[in-house]
């Protein structure tokens, strides 16, 4: 069992950064894949970036690529996504997730059995 605590989400305007981190507890964090996802108001959970335990490889969507930077720090069990260039559009709650799945489809959230409790990006124009 793996527990995920998101932290870093707040207000900012457009063309400013973010940092979010996901921290976990429990078994050893790089046993698992970790994913970002979001979810808008009124859409559905949409993926963004994940990262690999195997050999740290990432992953990332099109909308958020170039942007956006996933890395992990497992001495200190935690996950970062680092925003950059924001837009109102990338208003969302942001999820991290994990799962420790030989191979897993990042793209899935169904993919995960762990997931946070989520933080909140609002980007203003």
């Known amino acids: 069992q793996v527990q995920l605590v998101e932290s870093g989400g707040g207000l900012v305007q457009a063309g400013g950064s973010l940092t979010l981190s996901c921290v976990t507890s429990?078994?050893?964090?790089?046993?698992?894949?970790v994913g970002w996802f979001r979810q808008a108001p009124g859409k559905e959970r949409e993926f963004v970036s994940g990262?690999?335990?195997?050999?740290?490889?990432?992953v990332y969507a099109d909308s958020v690529k170039g942007r956006f930077t996933i890395s992990r720090d497992n001495a200190k069990n935690t996950v970062y996504l680092q925003m950059n260039s924001l837009k109102p559009e990338d208003t969302a709650v942001y999820f991290c997730?994990?799962?420790?799945?030989?191979?897993?489809?990042?793209?899935?959230?169904?993919?995960?059995?762990?997931w946070g409790q989520g933080t909140q990006v609002t980007v203003s124009s």
């Open positions: 429990g078994r050893a964090f790089s046993n698992y894949h």
């Open positions: 997730a994990a799962d420790d799945a030989t191979w897993i489809n990042f793209r899935s959230s169904n993919a995960f059995d762990y």
């Open positions: 990262i690999s335990k195997t050999d740290g490889s990432t």
